[in-house]
């Protein structure tokens, strides 16, 4: 029992002496300790206007088509700290499916990954902007002259248009494979 004692006494004081070590090393300041406080964060995308050109998308969606059958719903929400924007897409069947969006600063361009529940992945590794509209782009190196595009258009603060298109001719011709309306859900 004695001996229990004095290893509980000599470890209280093994630990007093390194607390009063850090203690003195630190000056037991204040402006110290907030030096040694965990930074947040990063916010490198927050002021960066280009990473925001897309924010037009953001909301929640009741989607139709051209002649106002209902396509589906979606909601797209601002993530990784302004970086990205991420669709969580339900068809009208019940299908799901999700992109992650994002402004790529070392090629200059935004770029989209899609995968939707049923396996099928789409990567949009370029884009351009046409005055407010987004097209993301897929080339297929198997067949140099084929392209997809996928154009993001606000029409007003309450509606957003995506037109996806294919061309075989090197984007001489487009054909429309789904043309889609966003209409911001009325809160």
């Not at 964060?41 to 924010?55: A, K, L, S, W, Y």
């Not at 929640?60 to 601002?78: L, M, N, Y």
């Not at 001489?172 to 209409?183: G, I, P, R």
Request: proline share 4%.
């Amino acid at each position: 029992m004695r001996r229990l004692s004095v290893i509980l006494a000599a470890s209280l004081i093994v630990l007093a002496q390194e607390s009063s070590a850090q203690t003195s090393t630190s000056g037991n300041s204040t402006a110290s300790n907030k030096s040694q406080a965990p930074k947040g964060p990063p916010t490198v995308c927050v002021n960066d206007p280009e990473r925001h050109r897309f924010d037009f998308w953001i909301g929640e969606w009741d989607v139709t088509t051209p002649d106002g059958k209902r396509a589906g719903s979606s909601v797209i929400e601002s993530v990784s700290g302004g970086c990205a924007l991420l669709e969580n897409w339900t068809s009208r069947s019940g299908g799901r499916g999700k992109s992650l969006n994002g402004y790529n600063p070392s090629i200059k361009q935004w770029q989209q990954f899609w995968i939707g529940q049923d396996g099928q992945v789409s990567e949009y590794r370029s884009s351009q902007f046409d005055g407010t509209s987004l097209a993301f782009f897929i080339k297929d190196d198997a067949k140099p002259l084929a392209l997809h595009r996928l154009t993001f258009s606000p029409i007003d603060a309450q509606t957003v248009r995506q037109h996806s298109e294919n061309s075989e001719d090197g984007g001489k011709t487009w054909k429309t494979e789904y043309d889609l309306y966003y209409h911001r859900k009325q809160k």
